[in-house]
């Protein structure tokens, strides 16, 4: 059998004798490929970029969440139900949709959907919002607990100066009983008949000098029991053994309390803003749409390769076998 050389003339006459089916493939091609484009819906992307910051001031009360753990909440469903509440749009949905990414120290959140730009920029707004209302919440919170915790505490610490007060005012009671009580004796003792009559008599005898030694010994106890008194009413609770540091510790903690309190509701009725909008989804938003050109020089490719192929398919099958 002769070797059959292939010359490149019979490849240009196969293709001339099936040029109508090369050209055919390339139309249907490039005709599924327009049709597929302009049938494609036109897909909007937005973004927006939000920085979380705590004020110091409120730090005492409200450190607020990890930005890890805020956008895992940004994207549970349950979280944006309230965003999508004025919506044509499902919580579900726009849970799939939305996506969440750390950009440093913020949050970036993208928005790509078969929606209107304007949809676009509504939610991704909403979502802006509902991330603030939703860390104001969790401020407030706070500060309601630690207002509570601190009046606790003061409470606490005005019932320990309380029981000081009371331990003083004890005291005081005891030694102004133990003052009249020695008074008492004092005039007993100078009232009694017989030392009446040493006196008159300016005798001193042995039962004399028992009776002067006695009220001696009573008006010496009698002074120091008048000069704790003095002391008490001069000192007052500080009088007693170590209360002036404990006090002084006690006026110093519940002044404390009182100013983070006062600081705390100032924060309650004035709480600041926790996000700053650093990037607005305005302007951002674009269309992904496929590029019609592109489609179109690929159909072309494409439709030209297939439709050679089958042209030399077709030509291989309609030569009658060699026996």
Known sequence: MEEYEVDLRDYIRVLWRWKW?????????????????????????????????????????????????????????RFLAGVVDDTDVSAGWLAGELDVRMDADMLRLI???????????????????????????????????????????????????????????????????QRDRLRAQIDRVREDPEVLDLELADRLTVEGHLYMKELDLLYSRLQRVEIALDDM???????????????????????????????????????????????????????????LKMNLAVAGVLGLFVGVLLAFFTEAMSRPREA
Not at 42 to 64: H, K
Not at 113 to 141: C, G, K, M, N
Request: net charge negative; proline share 4%; aromatic share 4%.
């Open 111 to 177: 928005l790509e959907a078969e929606i209107s730009p304007t949809s676009v920029e509504t939610l991704l707004l909403a979502v802006v919002e509902a991330v603030e209302e939703h860390l104001q919440d969790e401020l407030a919170q706070g500060i309601g607990f630690r207002l509570e915790q601190a009046e606790a505490q003061r409470q606490l610490a005005l019932a320990r100066k309380e029981e000081w007060q009371a331990q003083f005012a004890a005291a005081k009671e005891q030694a102004e009983a």
């Open 233 to 291: 009413e001069r000192q007052g609770v500080a009088y007693l053994s170590g209360a002036e540091r404990v006090l002084e510790s006690f006026r110093e903690e519940v002044h404390n309390l009182e100013a983070e309190m006062a600081a705390l509701e100032e924060l309650q009725a004035q709480p600041p803003r926790l996000t700053t909008l650093v990037r607005s989804p305005e302007g951002t938003v674009r269309t992904l749409r496929p590029s």
């Open 21 to 77: 089916l090369v050209a055919a493939v390339v139309v249907v091609a490039v005709g599924l490929s327009v049709g597929l484009t302009l049938a494609t819906p036109d897909n909007y992307r937005g973004q927006a970029l939000v920085s979380v910051d705590i004020p110091e001031e409120a730090r005492q009360a409200y450190e607020g969440p990890s930005l890890d753990n805020l956008a895992l909440r940004i994207t549970d469903s």
